[in-house]
């Protein structure tokens, strides 16, 4: 297990979803407060989604919607209006209910018609964002995770080319197993970030975890997020946790 890796176990989802929505409550404070914004990137699947429609529902007060700026981690290469999009996700659970700005919202053009431009076009946009000079990578404050039972997380897949990518910012990256392309954040991007928040939820990630949290340096893609200078939070409940090693659950 990472030293910086924080491990903390939730009874149900339900609790997982309150503590999420409780430290994301937190995280954006302290960064208005610190940098009179919170740049956040969001997850796609089912877990994130719960999380958001908690943020949403108004049960966790006092976030400041107007400071945050939303981003994703990746996105699959389709329309914005595409059911598997990613943003349309987050649109609908999230975006569409709380008070934010449309000039506050970045998504990545999942419908252009090749991922390497869209892929390109988001880079871009980073560095314009972040004022990045050459080689630099932004900090965001937060960058929320959900983790597959291959152990993939974002759109990085075990065996995939985008785990090698160390200057890009983003990259489109082919997926076998689904035959697609996918636009996806590189791990450089995701380990200078100033937080990252794993949410796990439900038996089907035993397996991945265990590998995750072994002493072996080998793993699943998961298992190479580490912040370089910032923090890391696994989020699991009870059902995934079960099988976690004796010193993974010590930490």
Request: aromatic content about 8%; glycine content about 8%.
């Amino acid at each position: 297990m990472k030293p910086k890796a924080v491990i903390r176990v939730l009874e149900t989802p339900a609790d997982l979803f309150r503590a999420a929505a409780a430290e994301f409550a937190q995280l954006a404070t302290t960064a208005i407060q610190d940098r009179g914004r919170f740049a956040v990137a969001l997850s796609g699947g089912s877990t994130p989604k719960s999380l958001y429609q908690l943020l949403a529902s108004g049960a966790i007060p006092g976030i400041a919607w107007d400071r945050v700026c939303f981003f994703w981690g990746d996105e699959r290469h389709v329309p914005p209006d595409d059911p598997e999009s990613n943003y349309r996700m987050a649109k609908e659970a999230l975006l569409s209910r709380v008070p934010a700005p449309t000039g506050n919202i970045f998504r990545i053009h999942g419908e252009e018609q090749s991922a390497a431009s869209a892929a390109e076009a988001y880079e871009s946009d980073l560095k314009k964002f972040f004022h990045l000079g050459p080689g630099e990578f932004p900090h965001f404050d937060l960058v929320l995770l959900g983790m597959g039972p291959d152990g993939h997380m974002a759109s990085l897949f075990p065996g995939s080319a985008g785990l090698e990518e160390k200057k890009r910012l983003v990259v489109a990256n082919w997926v076998e197993k689904f035959k697609t392309d996918r636009i996806t954040l590189t791990l450089p991007v995701l380990n200078h970030a100033r937080s990252v928040i794993f949410l796990v939820s439900g038996a089907g990630k035993t397996e991945a975890l265990q590998a995750v949290f072994s002493d072996t340096e080998e793993g699943p893609p998961a298992k190479m997020v580490s912040p370089e200078n910032g923090r890391l939070l696994w989020l699991l409940d009870r059902a995934a946790a079960t099988d976690l090693p004796a010193q993974a659950r010590a930490g």
